[in-house]
């Protein structure tokens, strides 16, 4: 194994990518620091983030943390009809957590010494020796290393591929959360362990419950749901991505900033379409938030002693939840690929880039397919094993 005690390295982008890689790369010997765009630690808007290995790989393999302080599961996979009645149940155990609980333990690790908030990077260039990018605050920083993890609005992505645009799939996702013990105690008694699937024409919700802000107890966990409805390109999209101060949203729409119309009419939706149980949780939400749903794919993750990862380099549906899995995964095997690398960083990033790319190519397809299933073709089977979570397949 190699070690970098004398190299250094700059990341770009401070979320579950930038945070692992970097934890990472400084196990490996880097002096490594962190550049993230938001003034001060991120909000996670408290939503919800399946776990899968290899987004918790950091804490089951280096960290003294623990990954069930930080983490619930449910041990059913469930669909229930529009009368309330479940159409299909296996047994299927999942681990979830709140996308702010992970963030604080990953920045735990890390430390905030080398974490640098409003910091926005504009660009980059290197030469044989260092990779030098630079900031809007006119800041400039050189490094052996950068690695850009500054997910799906990535600056760098059009400087490693010019032709990766976002393409929207033709759905939005409702986001939102509410306290699980806000719920009427039968609603609550049918969600608290599983994750539940409610599939209606062209659409479908799912929901499962997360760790509350500061606490696992079950008491303070909370109902996260995504609701996939079809909005057409164009003018009405547009409409909706307006915020309530009239500032366009491109990938989302925040808590508390949707058009109070909107979030009324889908509160109204949910009661007429879907079971009761499941339509409480979307009308219980007081600021239920969306999300603009595109697929993006750089075919280049590597360009000499630069790498692009997670979503940055690929970003699609969640409808496979291994968006965080897979940054994570670009993490791993770039530490993997320097740590066999004899010290030779452009070398390392050549030899990483060809997996990276075909996992990502391999998971764009199949939650494409997964959508175009649930959203247009109707052909969304409840129990259907080629429906599960997981990034290298289904369930896998
Ligand atoms: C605040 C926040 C909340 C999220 N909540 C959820 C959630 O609840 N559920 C879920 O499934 N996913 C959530 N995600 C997305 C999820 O983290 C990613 O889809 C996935 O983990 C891949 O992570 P990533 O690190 O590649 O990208 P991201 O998580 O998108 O992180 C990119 C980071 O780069 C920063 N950045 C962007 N451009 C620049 C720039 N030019 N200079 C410096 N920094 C820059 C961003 O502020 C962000 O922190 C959230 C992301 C963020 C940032």
């Not at 209606?200 to 303070?220: A, F, K, Q, V, W």
């Not at 808590?255 to 079971?275: F, I, N």
């Not at 770039?334 to 452009?346: E, K, S, V």
């Not at 996992?359 to 599960?388: C, H, I, K």
Request: aromatic content about 10%; hydrophobic content about 40%; glycine content about 10%.
């Amino acid at each position: 194994m190699t070690h970098y005690t004398a190299a250094s390295a700059i990341v770009i982008g401070g979320s579950i990518g930038g945070l692992t890689t970097a934890l990472l790369l400084r196990d490996l010997g880097f002096t490594v620091d962190v550049y993230e765009r938001t003034a001060g630690p991120l909000d996670g808007r408290g939503s919800g983030i399946v776990l899968q290995p290899d987004t918790v790989r950091w804490f089951t393999e280096r960290s003294t943390q623990h990954i069930d302080d930080l983490s619930t599961s449910t041990n059913y996979v469930q669909y229930l009809d529009r009368s309330g009645d479940v159409r299909y149940r296996e047994q299927c155990t999942w681990t979830y957590t709140s996308w702010g609980t992970f963030y604080r333990a990953l920045l735990a690790d890390f430390g905030t010494e080398h974490y640098h908030y409003g910091e926005f990077a504009c660009g980059f260039s290197q030469d044989d020796r260092r990779a030098t990018v630079r900031f809007v605050s006119g800041r400039t920083e050189s490094a052996d290393l950068v690695v850009f993890a500054d997910g799906v609005t990535s600056m760098a992505r059009e400087r490693f591929d010019a032709d990766a645009d976002l393409r929207y799939a033709g759905y939005i996702g409702w986001r939102g959360t509410v306290g699980l013990r806000e719920l009427d105690a039968g609603t609550q008694a049918v969600l608290r362990d599983a994750i539940t699937y409610d599939v209606i024409p062209n659409s479908h919700i799912t929901m499962y419950p997360i760790p509350g802000e500061h606490s696992l107890r079950m008491e303070d966990r909370l109902m996260n749901y995504v609701w996939y409805r079809n909005v057409p390109a164009g003018p009405e999209l547009t409409e909706m991505l307006l915020d309530k101060r009239g500032f366009p949203g491109t990938v989302s729409v925040h808590p508390g900033q949707v058009q109070d119309r909107y979030v009324a009419e889908l509160k109204a939706a949910a009661v007429e379409l879907l079971a009761p149980a499941v339509a409480e949780v979307v009308t219980a939400t007081e600021t239920p938030y969306l999300q603009v749903l595109s697929d993006v794919r750089s075919t280049r993750m590597a360009q000499g002693r630069v790498a692009l990862i997670g979503d940055a380099a690929c970003a699609s549906r969640p409808h496979a939840a291994a968006g965080t899995a897979k940054a994570a995964a670009d993490g791993w095997a770039l530490a993997a690929a320097l740590g066999d690398a004899g010290g030779d960083i452009a070398s390392a990033l050549a030899k990483w880039e060809p997996a990276q790319l075909q996992l990502s190519d391999s998971l764009l397809r199949r939650v494409v397919a997964m959508g175009e299933r649930s959203q247009f073709t109707n052909t969304w089977t409840p129990g259907d094993p080629d429906l599960r979570f997981g990034l290298y397949g289904p369930g896998r």
